[in-house]
């Protein structure tokens, strides 16, 4: 369970509060105006930003001050995700050995962690080779091996197409329900939220609550209204 | 506004007035300084040729001879001062130097009859330093010594020169193998003798080529005892420092004039306590040129014997300090 | 892009500019081929030849090593006086070499401040002269401008690569096989090549500290050869080694530098995450003595000696403002110039190589062999300085400004075309704006330069007619320490005001 206890992150120009937890295995969707603070909130759960007051808690344990990378979290963003120099192979065995450095068991995971993203024979290709799609295939090939419990996606794939970043989150989701991860998911597509359950809508300041999105999609409060442009 | 007034100034300050005639004297940089000769000499000698005396440094004395040549026949200088015996012959090779015609009486260590050049001045060289410690008294134990020292570069400076000589006449052949032992003593080379001995008062270096009447200077200028020359059983190079009147100068009456006074009382008296040498003709010394040390051999080579091995030495010298 | 500049952008002028460089240049160069004839090099010619590229190679070396700490501390870490730091990087840029080496003589000299300490505590001196000394002033001038070189590079590095690094958990050995390793190889490459170039044609730096045999650059010796032994023969034949050496070392960085690079940057700091504080902090701090001592120095001993200093002096200085702006406007007209044609004809760009290839002693023996004996040298020594720093300044006030140039008309050229704005306004209101930093940066460091130059007219003048970085040599060279202390204080004040001066105007609202 993810949980965040009175969370404060106070900036020169803003301030956002969290209270609320996730059960394990939820999907979300972090929705708001732009600037509102959605990218920043994911940051922060993944120990980028500094909290500037309250605490972070996993499974009940205080992470609030744990590095980003001993955190039980795997993160993709909007670009940047794969080293330009590395093959696939590569790329994805990073996400397993942090050194570099793989045992055969290790090298037969990468190996089929990229044929189940639909990478068979890709391995050797470096991502300028590859279309921004296998792109998007590779990183998360690199999450599957990761096997963390949670999953945070910052307005993934941006450079891709609807219909390509539709198939990536696919893609992801199938594989956060296959090892019981937690997904969270910035975006600003409200087609991409409304394909997950739950929703949590930043704006004024704060992070409210995740609520069923089909429920606050239904009666949207006047923050999202004003978003949606209705 | 003041200061922009001095920008035409910059560009025209070579062009003298008018109706006063002007001696230019291309000399070394000390010799102009304000506690060398120079101010002293031009006084007197302005004080009755009606004539504007212009002292010009450039650098260290042997590169006098390069930047006549650098100036050939354009050259503003009417004499020179500064050269000495090693340099003589090749400044007479040049052909921009005129005969003096003059036989002054000298009180010099060596008889003189070079038909360009007059001496003003002479001196051995020796290394100075410290007093209140042990030093070496030949250049094999300086050598072998950790004392740091400091020299001239010879193809720029006279007293440079002048140590490549005495090491050439004192050790002939063996010159080369003695500067190759003296590489690891030598902090710098300097370009000329006052960048040499400031080096050595700012403390860079134990000992600095320079006279045996150096420190008389720290002596009666600064009552400081504190500086020796240091003796070598070799025996010490003679240096005499000369002055000649150039072929094409277009104040010939007043340059002889000029070489004339230099031999005079009023230009010798001032070389003791201005330049730290022994004057040219016979004058008496002030009371402090009587603590100096008087080496027991004199070595120098003839103009042309210098003529001849300056080259070779020269090279010796550089190939031993280069490696 | 920009490859049809269209009538907006007169394109003559620049051509003219750029022939008269190529006729300045080729003039005196084919003076020094005819001079130099069959003539061959010497031992002491080739050991000149040596001893430039070893100590050129040991100083490169030198500076990444050290550069690569700092920048990659100066990247992670945020702490008071970072700004201060990284502003004080750009000092040694627009110092004037007498100047720091005369700081650098202060602390590092016999008698100055680590031997003070190395005394103290029972150690020998050391010795700031020679190979060591030349290295030493070497690593003073080109660490802070290989640092900034890198600290673009990290600064470069995206963010999210950081992150997705520290999220994965990369071991520090990993980290830098990843993320510092390609950046690092990226980088390296030009800023190696333009230390190398610089420490090849370096010569106040051996002037001053090395000059003997065993240390003595091409540069020096071209000097020597004319002041010591007047061999215009062999002044030719060491210019023509010098020409080879630098010229191929410049073609490579002109080709290994990505444009812009030299501009400045003070961006944000990278979120770091992890250990290696107290390392980063070591570094910092003697990086931070390091470039401020020699500073500090010259205005501790410089600064009682100003009141006293003499009357030429001061001439000095006014001829070297002078002489320094008129170089700036000079590289202003002629880089504006030879840009706007080269957006027509970007080979053009190639007038910039000259100004690393020539250093101002070859120019200046090409020149002194064109005019002699009809011209005496002392003629020779002001119009030549100024020709010697506009060169030079060339490369730098190119590579700021061309690609501004281009950006501006690939940005406005359609559209004030479409509008058909005149020749007028579009210079006015359209071009102007967009390339005043530009242009303020190129006349600043062009200015500087010039101020603190001791090359050309240190082979021509006369007693008479002295430039500060000359007076100052001068009154070192005469044991007046004191005053040539308060000389260069007054050098530094004067090239960072212009500095100062040409960069503040035109900067960016």
Redesign the interface.
């Known amino acids: 369970m993810l949980d965040l206890r009175g969370v404060v992150l106070r900036y020169p120009d803003f301030t956002l509060t969290a209270d609320w937890h996730l059960p394990q295995g939820a999907e979300v969707a972090i929705i708001g105006p732009s600037g509102a603070g959605k990218s920043t909130l994911l940051?922060a759960i993944?120990?980028?930003e500094d909290l500037s007051a309250g605490a972070i808690l996993w499974q009940g344990r205080d992470i609030t001050r744990l590095?980003?990378?001993?955190?039980p979290?795997?993160?993709l963003?909007?670009?940047?995700?794969l080293?330009?120099?590395?093959t696939a192979f590569d790329n994805v065995a990073?996400?397993l050995a942090?050194?570099?450095r793989l045992s055969a068991a290790g090298r037969a995971q990468v190996t089929a962690a990229l044929a189940q993203v639909g990478l068979e024979g890709f391995a050797t290709r470096r991502p300028a080779q590859l279309s921004g799609g296998q792109q998007g295939r590779v990183a998360i090939a690199r999450v599957l091996v990761?096997q963390r419990p949670l999953i945070l996606l910052d307005e993934p794939f941006a450079a891709l197409g609807p219909a390509l970043r539709r198939e990536m989150l696919g893609l992801v989701r199938h594989i956060a329900q296959d090892i019981g991860a937690t997904l969270l998911l910035v975006t600003h597509d409200a087609t991409e939220a409304r394909a997950l359950p739950l929703t949590v809508l930043v704006s004024e300041g704060q992070a409210a609550a995740p609520m069923a999105t089909d429920a606050l999609f239904a009666d949207p409060p006047p923050a999202l209204r004003a978003w949606l442009g209705q | 506004m003041r200061y922009l007034s001095l920008v035409p100034g910059l560009f025209l300050s070579s062009m003298a007035l008018a109706d006063t005639p002007v001696l230019t004297v291309l000399t070394y940089d000390s010799f102009v300084s304000e506690w060398g000769p120079g101010p002293a000499v031009e006084k007197a000698f302005e004080a009755d040729c009606a004539c504007d005396l212009r002292f010009v440094g450039a650098g260290d004395g042997a590169a006098l001879l390069a930047r006549l040549q650098l100036e050939g026949t354009a050259s503003e200088a009417d004499i020179v001062l500064g050269l000495d015996t090693n340099l003589t012959a090749a400044a007479t090779a040049t052909g921009l130097f005129a005969p003096h015609g003059a036989t002054p009486k000298l009180a010099l260590p060596v008889a003189w009859n070079d038909p360009n050049f007059l001496p003003f001045d002479w001196g051995w060289f020796a290394f100075v330093g410290n007093a209140g410690r042990d030093y070496p008294t030949d250049f094999k134990a300086l050598a072998a010594s950790d004392l740091k020292i400091v020299i001239q570069d010879p193809r720029s400076s006279t007293p440079g020169l002048g140590l490549v000589m005495w090491v050439k006449a004192a050790y002939g052949d063996q010159a080369g193998a003695i500067w190759a032992d003296l590489a690891d003593n030598i902090v710098t080379v300097t370009p000329g003798w006052s960048e040499a001995y400031g080096l050595f008062l700012e403390g860079e270096a134990d000992l600095v080529l320079s006279y045996t009447t150096s420190p008389a200077y720290h002596l009666i200028a600064e009552s400081d005892a504190g500086k020796v020359a240091l003796p070598f059983t070799e025996g010490h190079y003679l240096q005499v420092e000369v002055a000649g009147k150039l072929a094409g100068t277009d104040q010939p009456a007043l340059a002889d004039r000029f070489l004339q006074f230099m031999l005079s009382p009023a230009f010798q008296d001032v070389i003791p306590t201005t330049n730290w040498m022994y004057p040219a003709t016979e004058t008496a010394l002030p009371d402090g040129f009587a603590a100096m040390i008087q080496p027991a051999t004199s070595l120098l080579l003839s103009a042309d014997d210098a003529q001849a091995a300056r080259d070779a030495a020269v090279e010796e010298w550089r190939a031993a300090l280069a490696r | 892009m920009a490859r049809r500049a269209g009538p907006l952008t007169p394109v003559w002028p620049g051509l003219v500019l750029a022939a008269l460089v190529a006729l300045a240049v080729t003039a005196p160069l084919a003076a020094l081929l005819a001079r130099a004839g069959t003539a061959a090099p010497g031992p002491a010619d080739w050991a000149a030849l040596r001893f430039t590229l070893w100590q050129a190679v040991l100083s490169t070396l030198l500076s990444l090593i050290c550069a690569i700490p700092l920048a990659r501390a100066l990247a992670r870490r945020r702490f008071p006086g970072r700004d201060a730091l990284v502003l004080l990087l750009g000092v040694p840029f627009v110092l004037p070499v007498i100047a720091g080496v005369l700081g650098l003589l202060a602390v590092f000299g016999r008698n100055g401040w680590i031997n003070a300490g190395l005394a103290a505590v029972g150690l020998p001196a050391l010795s700031p002269y020679g190979l060591q000394g030349i290295l030493l002033a070497h690593l003073f001038f080109n660490l802070p401008l290989v640092t900034r070189m890198l600290l673009q590079g990290w600064q470069a590095i995206?963010a999210?690569?950081l992150?997705?690094a520290?999220?994965?958990?990369?071991?520090p050995?990993?980290r830098f096989?990843?993320?510092e390793g390609?950046m690092l190889r990226a980088v390296l490459p030009g800023a190696a090549v333009v230390v190398f170039t610089l420490c090849l044609s370096s010569f106040s730096v051996a002037l001053i500290l090395g000059g003997g045999p065993g240390a003595t650059t091409l540069e020096l010796a071209i000097y020597q050869a004319f002041r010591f032994d007047f061999a215009p023969d062999r002044a030719a034949v060491l210019g023509l080694l010098q020409l080879t050496l630098v010229g191929t070392a410049g073609l490579v960085a002109l080709w290994l530098v990505p444009a812009a690079q030299a501009e400045a940057s003070r961006g944000r700091v990278l979120?770091h995450?992890?250990g290696g504080r107290g390392f980063d902090a070591a570094i910092i701090t003697i990086a931070a003595l390091f470039l401020s001592a020699p500073l500090v120095a010259v205005l501790l001993r410089g600064a009682p000696g100003v009141v006293d200093l003499p009357p030429s002096v001061w001439r000095a200085a006014a001829l070297s403002v002078t002489l320094s702006v008129v170089v700036a406007a000079l590289v202003v007209i002629m880089a504006g110039g030879i840009a706007l044609a080269a957006l027509r004809f970007p080979l053009l760009e190639i007038t910039a190589l000259p100004g690393l290839a020539l250093s101002p002693l070859v120019l200046g023996t090409g020149l002194f062999l064109l005019v002699y004996p009809r011209l005496s040298p002392e003629a020779l020594a002001l119009p030549a300085t100024v020709l010697a720093n506009t060169l030079a300044a060339l490369p730098f006030a190119l590579r700021l400004i061309l690609p501004r140039l281009q950006q501006a008309v690939a940005d406005h050229g359609r559209l004030a075309a479409s509008l058909g704005l005149s020749r007028g306004i579009w210079f006015a209101r359209i071009l102007w704006p967009a390339l005043r930093p530009a242009i303020g940066l190129a006349a600043g460091v062009a200015a500087a330069l010039a101020m603190g130059d001791l090359g050309v007219i240190a082979l021509f003048a006369d007693a008479d007619r002295a430039t500060l970085p000359l007076q100052v040599m001068r009154l070192m060279g005469s044991y007046r320490s004191d005053a040539a202390a308060a000389a260069a204080l007054v050098l530094v004040a004067i090239s960072l005001t212009l500095f100062w001066a040409c960069e503040r105007v035109t900067r960016d609202a």
């Open positions: 940051a993944a120990g980028f590095r980003p990378g001993l955190r979290m795997a993160m963003f909007q670009d940047n995700n080293f330009p120099h590395l990073l996400g942090p050194s570099g990761q | 995206p999210e690569r992150r997705m520290e999220s994965l958990a990369l071991t050995r990993a096989a990843h993320i390609p979120r995450w992890g």
